[in-house]
Structure formats: C-alpha cells, structure tokens
C-alpha cells in the first residue's frame, strides 16, 4: 500500500513538471513571435491588421499593451469604418410581453450583418430598477439609455456608450443623466417626458447626445429645456440649449448633413388632426448646436410617418389615400446638396399596397428597401415589381436600428 502511494505521488510529480515545462516553452514560443512582430514597422503592422476581419482584430486586441495600442490606431478604425459603411446591419432588441415586470437584461440583443449573419450580443447589465429606454446607434457606437421604473413625474435616465462588436462599454455620468430641471412656474407637474437624440459630429470627432423634456403642469401649461452632453477627450461635457416649441414622438439617431433630425407636431399650428399642416421636420446641427426647421415635401399627404436615412440622404415617408379603399406609401429623398436655401425634394418610391407602421431601415446596393413594419416584421421592398418579401415575423415585440460595426471605442472619448 506505501509503494503503491510513493509511485502514485512520483507519477504525479512527473506529470505537472512535464505540463510546466510543456507551458514554459509554449511561453518562450509566444514571446519570441510577439516580439518578433514588434520589430516590424508600424506601418507595416497596421497593413497586415487593415486586412483582417473585425472579429480577428478583437482577438489581437487581447495579446498585449502594444497590440491593444496598435489596433486602437485611429487610422485602423478609420479604414474598418468605411470598410463597414456600406454593408449596413441591423441590431434587434426583442423584448419579452412581460418586460415591465422584469429585469432589463431578459431582453435579448442580436446583430444581424451580411458578414456575420445573426449573433447574440452581450448586453450590459443593470440593476432589477431600471427599464430598457432607447435604443440609438451612430458611427459605431450605440447609446443604450434605462429609466427607473419608479412611477414618479421626472424620470432618471442612465446612459451607456456600447460597442457591440468588441463588447466594451461605458456608462455616462454615474449615477445618471442629471435629473431634469423644474422650471419656475408655480404648479404642480402633472407628466413629463424625455427625447433624445444621437450623432457624430465629424469636425471635432465627438459624439452628442441630445435630450429634449417636456414638461406639462396643471392647467394644462407646457415647458420645454434641451440639454446636449458632449462626449469627447475632456470627458462628458452638459451644455443647455434653446428649444423650439415643438412635440416630438420618439428618439432619433436620423444624421444626415451633420445633423440629427426628428419628425415631430409644430405645438404653434392649429388643428386637432395630424394633417400636413402640424407635422415638422426638426434638425440639430451638431457642430453649431442649433436646432432649425426643414421644410417637408410640397405635396398632399394624409400622415408623414417618420424620417430616416436611405442611400446617405434625408428621407420622409407618408402616406398618401386617394381613395377610401387605397392606401398608398411614398418616400421621399432629399438628394440635393445638404444645407442649401432650397430643399429639393424628390419622389422616389411608390408602394401601391402599403402599410401604415412601414419604417425603412436602409437601402441594399441592389435598390430593394430593408423596412419593418408594425414592431413584429422585417420586409424587404422589390421596387421594381412593387412586392414585398417577408424576411422574418415574430410573435414578440422588437426593435430593429440601423447599425454600421467598426472598432471604435468608448474608451476612446
């Protein structure tokens, strides 16, 4: 019995110097092909990383300080950028019926690319009390914003700047947006509601978020304030801002021009009716930030639906009833020169048998239109035979953006 567990314990000895030695010149071979890859040139290196993948870059991002520091090069991100501009994905959130009562992280994030196909995303996790809010991407970072779920007049936001594609995040201002502001009318606030919007502004390379609040007291009096959080080098910077008087539906990451853009009601026009007359297009010029009116398309319309981007350019989509028994769905582009005196507006799609929840998600290179339709479809429009493909329909809630990968890092700013 002794030999035997004197030979049981020389064998285990003999079997962990063997595997240290085994991972000692696993080691040695590691570190020589490092450091021989640091003696390359820089430029050199970076053309060897402008021709892997995204998802290959993520994992040399993980070798070491140096790796990290060269596939962080704003060159690199510069190239997989345009590289990724063109094959636009999407990322859903699907949201369970039951998702006021749970949890913000029971909902599920996937990407969807013409490169990687569908993949589960990883969200950030927060705590039981908050609710998933908006959902906005640009320049490949997304903005994820919670809301407690406390049933109080002013609600709390927190903001998270998350890359889906490398996993890094970054929560802003801990422990949250600055609460909003209450004016100084006398009165006691009935609601209060939060827009928001996302962009990039080029010039400076800084990301903007934008919230717009809108405060209703007793009496039925209205009060608007508008706060812009500059996302850059120097940290979150809070500037507030002019508001016009308007009424926005949604949140909005519609850049175009340098410019956010929201389709929301003109508060100053009359009517109870959401004719043509009380529907505005609202832009916030990034670099200026100033808020300007954008005159819609001359035309006789029922409804405008919503703005969004296709092919690089302003679109609005309405719908148009001739008749009782038609419905017909026009978009329209605004293909000329951003920022001039004269908008020009043309008609470029008409669908015969269109829906009313139709919202156009991107263009493909061969002229057919992603939309969703109603918050449980994805379509694709066939321009030329005026049909549809149903791509995907689900028996739950979700959300569909637009979503352009790239290796920016929140990080970064």
Avoid at 44 to 60: A, G, M, N, Q, Y
Avoid at 161 to 174: A, H, I, M, Q, S
Avoid at 317 to 335: A, N, P, Q
Avoid at 353 to 370: D, N, R, T
Wanted: charge should be positive.
């Amino acid at each position: 019995m002794r030999l035997r567990w004197r030979w049981g314990w020389r064998w285990h000895w003999r079997w962990r110097l063997r595997k240290r030695k085994a991972k000692s010149k696993k080691q040695k071979q590691s570190a020589s092909w490092t450091s021989s890859i640091k003696s390359l040139p820089s430029d050199i290196f970076l053309d060897i990383l402008k021709r892997l993948p995204s998802t290959s870059l993520f994992s040399v991002k993980s070798v070491c300080q140096d790796f990290y520091r060269l596939t962080s090069h704003p060159e690199l991100i510069l190239h997989h950028h345009h590289l990724h501009k063109n094959p636009f994905g999407l990322i859903i959130r699907i949201s369970p019926y039951s998702y006021i009562n749970e949890p913000c992280y029971t909902d599920q994030l996937y990407l969807v690319d013409s490169r990687r196909g569908l993949a589960e995303i990883i969200q950030p996790r927060m705590k039981k009390k908050y609710n998933p809010g908006p959902m906005l991407s640009c320049n490949g970072l997304v903005c994820l914003l919670y809301y407690k779920k406390k049933l109080a007049p002013l609600r709390q936001y927190r903001a998270c700047l998350f890359n889906p594609l490398t996993g890094e995040r970054k929560f802003l201002l801990d422990p949250g947006l600055p609460r909003v502001r209450e004016s100084s009318h006398n009165g006691t606030i009935v609601t209060s509601d939060q827009y928001f919007g996302f962009g990039f502004d080029a010039r400076t390379e800084e990301y903007k978020l934008v919230r717009i609040v809108k405060l209703s007291y007793e009496g039925g009096r209205t009060y608007l304030q508008a706060e812009v959080f500059t996302l850059g080098k120097n940290g979150c910077q809070i500037s507030e801002i002019d508001t016009p008087f308007v009424c926005l539906d949604q949140s909005s990451d519609v850049v175009v021009g340098g410019a956010i853009h929201w389709l929301c009601e003109d508060e100053n026009s009359t009517g109870r009716s959401y004719c043509k007359s009380r529907k505005i297009i609202l832009s916030f010029d990034l670099f200026e930030e100033k808020f300007h009116q954008i005159p819609k398309p001359n035309c006789e319309v029922c409804e405008f639906y919503n703005v969004s981007v296709l092919g690089g350019c302003l679109a609005i989509t309405g719908g148009f009833r001739e008749t009782c028994r038609t419905h017909e769905v026009h978009i329209w582009l605004l293909k000329e020169q951003y920022g001039v005196k004269e908008y020009s507006w043309t008609r470029e799609f008409v669908i015969s048998q269109g829906f009313m929840g139709l919202y156009p998600l991107f263009l493909l290179s061969s002229g057919e239109i992603v939309m969703s339709c109603d918050s449980n479809a994805l379509f694709c429009y066939h321009p030329e035979g005026d049909c549809f493909n149903k791509s995907a329909e689900l028996d739950q809630s979700f959300v569909a953006i637009c979503h352009a990968c790239s290796l920016v890092s929140p990080f970064g700013l």
